[in-house]
């Protein structure tokens, strides 16, 4: 699979932050982004048992649907004293009105009824990039860290307000956009896929 430069490239989400990672990601390589939102395209029932396989039922539908390559992320929060949750439900534990909030909440009040002294943790995230005729290139990506609570900063989206990285004093969410684009799970999956070859600049 090749995408050549300025070739149209659903970015299949819904989460607004999600998608201007991605995109941020992708500016140096001559691709053309539209997230899956400003085209009108539904999100698909995440029901895959693993990030790879709901990315990659995410990125088939969109471009089965939208008609062009599709990139699709499914990535979430593993934290080692809740046995690896919250895992593949990341973005259902913030609820309908996706309220991370809530997410962090959930994580930190558990965490708290086990008694836990461990608060070692990894954001995972898996790309799957699927053509139009159904060819599916699948990574995976991990940061591995440490949670805190009270949640710190703004910068970030999803549970980055209560991550902190491996040799990092400041969360994800304290983290200036750039900085945390180089280290993150989907920087180290985007870095598995530059190497593919997919991309013409990256030959």
Known sequence: M????????IVASHNQGKVREIKALLGPHGIHPVGAAELGLAEPEETGSSFIANAEL??????????HAALADDSGLAVAALDGAPGIYSARWAGPSKDFAIAMARVERELREK???DLSAK??????LVSPSGEILSFEGE???R????????KGFGYDPIFIADGESVTFGEMEP?????MSHRARAFEKLLHSGVFSESL
């Open 58 to 67: 995410k990125a088939r539908a969109a471009a089965k649907a939208g008609g």
């Open 178 to 182: 750039g900085r945390k684009h180089a």
């Open 2 to 9: 090749k995408l050549p430069r300025g070739a149209t490239l």
């Open 123 to 128: 954001f995972v995230c898996a790309l799957s």
């Open 147 to 154: 949670l805190t609570f009270p949640p710190r900063g703004d």
């Open 115 to 117: 008694r836990a002294t």
């Open 143 to 145: 940061v591995h860290g």
